[in-house]
């Protein structure tokens, strides 16, 4: 079992960054590839980000390539979302989740552990 916390969201105006940050117990975190994923009001849940269990690859959504940045510290059993140049059109709850691998993918269904969500808005 795996335990995943989310915190760093909030208000911010367009233009504007926020880090998100999640906080991962229960098993052995360097081991899994974990990703970003966000829900609008009435929009599926999408994919926004991952990274591989060490670290060395990492990928984006095309909506976001370029102004996001996915990281982790595997010592701290934390992941990172540095979100620069906001956009209203981010405006979700957020999601960490964990891998059922090491090398990750873009496919919901390939994610077994899920924090809790924290809400972004981008105010325009």
């Known amino acids: 079992q795996a335990q995943l916390v989310e915190s760093g969201g909030g208000l911010v105006q367009a233009g504007g960054s926020l880090r998100l940050s999640c906080a991962a117990s229960?098993?052995?975190?360097?081991?899994?590839?974990m990703g970003w994923f966000r829900q609008a009001p009435g929009k599926e849940r999408d994919f926004v980000a991952g990274?591989?269990?060490?670290?060395?690859?990492?990928f984006y959504a095309d909506s976001v390539q370029g102004r996001f940045t996915i990281s982790r510290e595997n010592i701290k059993n934390t992941m990172y979302l540095q979100m620069n140049s906001l956009k209203p059109e981010d405006t979700a709850v957020y999601y960490c989740?964990?891998?059922?691998?090491?090398?990750?993918?873009?496919?919901?269904?390939?994610?077994?552990?899920w924090g809790q969500g924290t809400q972004v808005t981008v105010s325009s």
């Open positions: 989740a964990a891998h059922k691998t090491n090398w990750g993918s873009k496919d919901v269904d390939d994610y077994n552990y």
């Open positions: 229960g098993r052995t975190f360097s081991w899994y590839a």
């Open positions: 990274i591989s269990g060490g670290g060395s690859h990492t």
